[in-house]
């Protein structure tokens, strides 16, 4: 199958794929639509089953980030990146500035940003070869408090304003009177279960690892489940924060939450779930839209803004969603429809 006949290719303007058997990087990178600006979004690295997984996964992304950006209001388009491998064992300085030399081989149709399995200082490692980097020259972050570049803390924030809203219109309640349960406690996750247990929210917890989980467990008296049974819980929210297809054919009929409000990219399995989630009333707060915390904080990071001005981004988040409710309840149509129009109609 080649690329332009993958059910994912969906228009992209560019994908490029390079490997360094020295580095040993193997890598895709995919711009979906650059007519906002360049296509920003960061580098993912994970021991994928085969390459045809890590496209599928890199073209979900970027065009995600297209939706993103344009929702977010911001000057910016679409592209995302992979690097097929473990992090944990397989990762060098020197494949980090491959994947620089690569990057800067766009001449800025990209830019990059950490992302899973990549950190700042790999991005800054990145940038010894390539001018086009974001997320590596932090100012102050939203709450007044020193940045470094990891747009974890005000992803984690963003996904916080954009739950509280849908428990708001969905639930008519305050987050103390409710239980969330979150899959996935990495550095958003588990910001965002902080987030919820000062709000006084009851935690629900999993992770394929577990040290993260007792931590949630000892700060926020998180009350740890298997990743298997951590969807179809009692609760009141279900919130992905870890890989996409969180909501899928398997989980669908089994969810008991009346809101989904998670950090994870690509939720959904396909467009045909949003539609069950709304004949099903649940409430579904489009992934690109709650989670384009990061993506508003690279972008005010570069332009050295005052806190105040990323936190009133941040809480937009909030607005963005109360209007994709409304024209959903409106119109009848999915919450996931609805923001894909709402994207379209800015980037097109």
Same mark, same amino acid.
């Given at each position: ?14 994908? +490029? ?19 906002? =600006? ?19 996964? *890199?073209?979900?992304?970027?065009? =995600?980030?297209?939706?993103? +950006? +344009? ?5 910016? $388009? $679409?592209?995302?990146? *992979? ?22 081989? #766009? ?46 803390? +005000? ?11 849908? *428990? ?5 309640? =305050? ?78 009929? #089994? ?94």
């Amino acid at each position: 199958m080649s690329v332009f006949e993958h059910p994912d290719f969906d228009q992209h303007e560019h994908v +490029a794929f390079h490997q360094d058997p020295i580095s040993g990087l193997s890598a895709i990178i995919a711009v979906h639509n650059t007519n906002l =600006g360049p296509g920003l979004g960061g580098c993912r690295m994970f021991n994928y089953a085969d390459s045809q997984a890590a496209l599928t996964d *890199v073209l979900r992304l970027s065009k =995600g980030m297209t939706y993103k +950006a +344009a929702m977010a209001s911001l000057p910016l $388009g $679409g592209g995302k990146s *992979v690097i097929i491998g473990d992090h944990r064992s397989q990762k060098t300085p020197h494949m980090m500035e491959q994947m620089g030399r690569f990057v800067e081989s #766009l001449d800025g149709q990209y830019v990059i940003a950490e992302d899973s399995g990549i950190s700042v200082s790999n991005v800054i490692d990145m940038a010894k070869h390539t001018k086009h980097v974001g997320g590596v020259g932090g100012n102050l972050q939203f709450d007044g408090s020193p940045a470094d570049g990891n747009p974890a803390p +005000a992803t984690a924030y963003g996904v916080f304003v954009g739950l509280r809203e849908a *428990v708001k219109y969905r639930l008519n309640k =305050g987050l103390g009177e409710v239980s969330v349960a979150i899959t996935g406690i990495g550095s958003v996750g588990m910001r965002l279960a902080e987030h919820l247990y000062n709000a006084g929210a009851k935690i629900f917890v999993a992770d394929v690892f577990e040290p993260n989980c007792k931590i949630a467990k000892e700060r926020f008296g998180a009350t740890i489940v298997s990743v298997e049974d951590i969807s179809t819980l009692d609760v009141d929210v279900f919130a992905p924060c870890a890989l996409g297809n969180a909501i899928n054919q398997t989980n669908i009929n #089994l969810i008991k939450a009346k809101v989904i409000s998670g950090a994870a990219n690509n939720q959904l399995q396909h467009p045909e779930i949003g539609t069950e989630l709304h004949a099903r009333e649940i409430l579904y707060a489009p992934d690109y839209v709650i989670n384009a915390g990061g993506i508003i904080d690279i972008h005010h990071q570069k332009i050295a803004s005052k806190p105040e001005a990323i936190k009133t981004h941040l809480e937009k988040v909030a607005q963005t969603l109360n209007t994709v409710f409304e024209r959903s309840e409106s119109q009848d149509l999915p919450t996931s429809l609805i923001a894909d129009r709402l994207a379209e109609e800015r980037f097109s």
